[in-house]
């Protein structure tokens, strides 16, 4: 048996919380609904940061890999899953997910191949200047990219929640 | 609309909450602090380190954390394990909420086991967010102290130690039933027990 303490905290949020004054549950919700509609522009811009990043960063891959371009591809990929489907690019964010596991399964199981790495960065590209109505190629994309992933047994990235993006 | 916890009536008060974000990302950053804004949250404190998330911690009384898995000088878990060790009271108790982008359940367990309140993935929408918030706020679990682990509890149902293990906690009972002591209860009895509401067939 572990020498294991359980200590009592007082929830200082609830009470925070529970003081009188504030706003409505949906108020808040609306609130902060308004304010990001706001700052859909700058997340926009954010995303052709995240595939610059990654165009850069592909320009940079060898084989055997160099691990300082295959991360900063990581971290592209994380980033840009933290808003590209909030400004709609749902299929953005499926095939960021899909490269952060293509790059931990090559890490886990000593694998490599640049091209799949690539042909991500590309799909990226190719998705970011599709028209959002254009669901017939947006899917054919993503079902090239679901061969890889399956080729490489990397676990499948959800599919998107909602037909455009 | 998103199945929320709460009727959208209920009144929640963050005007005067002390909340810390930590994000290196531009535009992480940006969605949680428009999203705190919305909920009435006045000013949080924005950091985009590891150090100077912890420069704050040392100077106020926080009420949530939500931090970046992926901080440019620390990893969200190392900061977070440091944090409930460091012994700042009150902020090394404080609900933390880890975000991340890519979320594979090694790295799931790993937000748990180093003390966060809860794992969200990336992106995180304005109900979601308001919803866990909502949680924390009724949050009730001890927080654990030992060698190994310091934060809320990781048990959110009391089942026991696993088949064939020894509890690790004092208050862990055997799993294996003993045999019986005392007379049988009559039926009379166990309906006591159990209060039994009338049922018209």
Redesign the interface.
């Known amino acids: 048996?572990?020498?294991?303490?359980?200590?009592?905290?007082k929830?200082?949020?609830?009470e925070?919380?529970?003081?009188?004054?504030?706003?409505?549950?949906?108020e808040?919700?609306?609130?902060?609904?308004?304010?990001?509609d706001?700052?859909s522009d700058?997340?926009l811009r954010?995303l052709d940061r995240c595939i610059a990043r990654m165009e850069t960063a592909a320009g940079q891959l060898t084989d055997p890999p160099d691990d300082k371009p295959v991360t900063e591809i990581?971290?592209a990929?994380?980033?840009?899953?933290?808003?590209?489907?909030?400004v709609g690019f749902n299929s953005l964010?499926e095939v960021?997910?899909g490269l952060?596991?293509l790059i931990?399964t090559f890490r886990a199981e000593n694998q490599w191949s640049d091209q799949a790495i690539r042909v991500h960065i590309d799909a990226v590209q190719l998705l970011r200047g599709l028209s959002k109505d254009d669901n017939e190629a947006r899917e054919r994309v993503l079902d090239g990219l679901r061969k890889v992933w399956s080729l490489f047994s990397v676990?499948q990235p959800l599919p998107t929640p909602e037909a455009a993006g | 609309m998103v199945d929320?916890p709460?009727?959208?009536?209920?009144?929640?008060?963050?005007?005067?909450?002390e909340i810390l974000i930590a994000d290196s990302?531009?535009?992480?950053m940006?969605?949680l602090t428009?999203?705190?804004?919305?909920?009435?949250v006045h000013t949080p404190h924005c950091c985009s380190s590891a150090a100077e998330a912890m420069e704050v911690v040392k100077k106020r009384d926080l009420?949530?954390l939500v931090i970046d898995t992926?901080l440019p000088d620390m990893s969200g878990y190392d900061f977070v394990r440091e944090l409930r060790r460091s012994r700042i009271k009150?902020n090394c108790?404080v609900?933390v909420l880890l975000?991340?982008?890519?979320t594979?359940r090694s790295m799931v367990l790993e937000g748990r086991d180093c003390g966060a309140n809860f794992v969200m993935a990336?992106?995180v929408?304005?109900?979601v967010?308001?919803k866990r918030?909502?949680w924390?706020?009724?949050?009730?679990r001890?927080?654990?102290?030992?060698?190994?682990?310091v934060g809320p509890?990781r048990r959110f149902q009391r089942l026991g130690p696993p088949p064939g293990q020894?509890?690790?906690?004092?208050d862990d009972l055997s799993a294996t039933v003993g045999l019986a002591k005392g007379p049988d209860l009559s039926q009379s009895e166990i309906n006591q027990l159990f209060k039994p509401s009338k049922v018209n067939l």
């Open positions: 048996m572990t020498d294991s303490r359980n200590i009592k905290v929830n200082r949020l609830g925070l919380m529970r003081q009188p004054g504030g706003r409505s549950a949906i808040a919700l609306r609130g902060a609904e308004k304010r990001l706001k700052i700058d997340l954010g990581y971290r990929s994380n980033d840009m899953i933290a808003f590209a489907g909030l964010d960021a997910h952060c596991e931990d676990r | 929320l709460y009727r959208a009536t209920d009144r929640i008060n963050l005007s005067c909450a990302n531009r535009e992480g940006s969605i428009q999203m705190f804004a919305g909920f009435g009420n949530i992926a009150p108790f609900p975000m991340s982008g890519h594979p990336k992106p929408n304005a109900a967010m308001l918030i909502m924390l706020a009724t949050e009730s001890d927080f654990i102290t030992s060698t190994d682990y509890d020894n509890g690790r906690r004092k």
